[in-house]
Each structure stands twice: as C-alpha cells, then as structure tokens.
C-alpha cells in the first residue's frame, strides 16, 4: 500500500534551498513515497525552476501536490484570487494533482463561497484542499467547520489537509477538530507535537494525538510526513512504520 507523500520541508531548508527541491526526488522515490509536497517557500525568489523539478517527478512517477503559503481569504473576508490564480498556475507548470493552501479570514456572512465555486470551475483537473495553519484564525475548528459546510452545501469541490500538529499551535482540541471536520478530509499532515510546542519525529511506541487521528480514517487515506527528517536517508523508515501501521489496520478490518 502506497499511500504516503513526503513534502520537501521535512528535510533541512538549507539543504533544500541550495541543491533545489529536485534533487530530493530521486531520494523520495526510493524511499518507497507514493508522492511527493514540493514547497511554494523553499524555492528560489526570482526564477522558478517547475519544468525542472516536473521532468524529475514525472521520471520516478510520483503523485505531486503543490503547498503555497497563501490563504484563501483576505483580511478583509474577499477570495484571494489573484495569488490563488497564480498559485494553480504555477501548479499546472508542475503537474500537481492537488494544491494546498490555508483558511485564511473566513466569515460565513461575509465571504462568497459562490466567487470561489466560479474560480475552481476554471481549474482543469486540479483539486484545492484547505489546511488548518497555526495561526488563531486559519486554525479555528469553527471557522474551519463553516467554510467547509458552507463549500457542501454549495457544492464546491474542495477537500480538507488535517495537520495532526497544528492544531497545538492555534490552541484548539485535537479532538473536537476530528469530530467535526472528518467528512471532509482526504488528506492528513502528520506530526507530533511537545508540550513545549516543538514538532518532533513520530513515534510508534506510546500514546500520540496524531495515532488516534488515523486511526479514525480508511487505512489507504493519503497522509504526509510532515516533521523533521534528520538525517533524509531515514525517509524510507518512517515511510515503512506509516505502511506497516496501515496493513496492521486493514488486517483487522478483514
């Protein structure tokens, strides 16, 4: 079961940002991923290298998604459609199956869902997916639930990335957000997360949020390793513990 993509930020920045996101898929795809997270953040400034880090994916045939650092609504309530525009267009260059970005200032009496439905029926083959972020807004299980009902009952085509971490950051309950926001998610970012608000490699042994998080979707849901990587040659380990841990559950389902 190939079920686990690896985003480039698991990996040391600077590692990353000198060599390019490229040099990594090679690594990635031997490691036994399914996909792989290329990063709006860790590329360069000025000329974006997405024909090259493309021909390298489409070698190794992994499943991309595309993670930009963008919210969907503006401070003042309004779709951020020029840099979602530019953000699924650079998604396209890419070959990204899926384009992740944040909540951002959602309010339900103040945001047209309809403006977003009108944006996405423009984009061919690409599926958006929504992320609860570390910020107090974008990371609100409220906030988060009534954009997502409001997107149901309007029927725009768009997906939730449940961070299993972030919600620590923004101070919510893990389990209130699985309660209320799991008919939505097809993707689960996984970390672990300190008390002292430090991410941190899974662990299989022990009691962690994040186990019980999957535990609670269908064993093939796509998830990522979203937590520091150290050193990158282990990511064949963590992918295997995440493959093991999901045939465990299919054989005990059968």
């Not at 940002?17 to 795809?29: D, P, R």
């Not at 939505?184 to 991410?199: A, F, G, I, P, R």
Request: proline letters at 4%.
């Amino acid at each position: 079961m190939k079920n686990v993509i690896v985003p480039l930020n698991a990996f040391d920045s600077i590692d990353v940002t000198t060599n390019g996101q490229a040099s990594f898929v090679k690594l990635i795809a031997e490691s036994g991923a399914y996909g792989i997270e290329i990063r709006r953040e860790l590329l360069p400034a000025v000329v974006l290298p997405l024909g090259k880090i493309k021909r390298e994916i489409d070698r190794y045939g992994l499943f991309t998604v595309y993670s930009a650092p963008i919210e969907c609504w503006k401070e003042d309530y309004q779709l951020n459609e020029d840099q979602l525009s530019y953000i699924f267009q650079e998604a396209v260059i890419l070959g990204a199956k899926w384009v992740k970005v944040s909540l951002g200032h959602f309010q339900q009496d103040k945001s047209n869902i309809a403006e977003l439905g009108r944006f996405l029926a423009k984009q061919k083959d690409l599926q958006l997916l929504v992320e609860n972020d570390q910020t107090p807004h974008g990371g609100n299980v409220q906030q988060l639930q009534a954009f997502f009902e409001s997107v149901v009952d309007q029927n725009v085509p768009v997906k939730m990335t449940f961070d299993t971490g972030n919600w620590y950051y923004s101070n919510q309950d893990v389990e209130d957000a699985l309660q209320k926001l799991a008919p939505y998610v097809s993707y689960l970012h996984l970390k672990q997360v300190t008390e002292t608000l430090e991410t941190v490699p899974l662990e299989r042994e022990g009691e962690h949020s994040w186990k019980q998080v999957i535990s609670s979707f269908p064993a093939d849901i796509v998830k990522a390793l979203e937590f520091p990587i150290v050193p990158k040659e282990k990511t064949k380990d963590y992918i295997q513990m995440i493959i093991d841990m999901s045939r465990e559950r299919e054989a005990l389902v059968k």
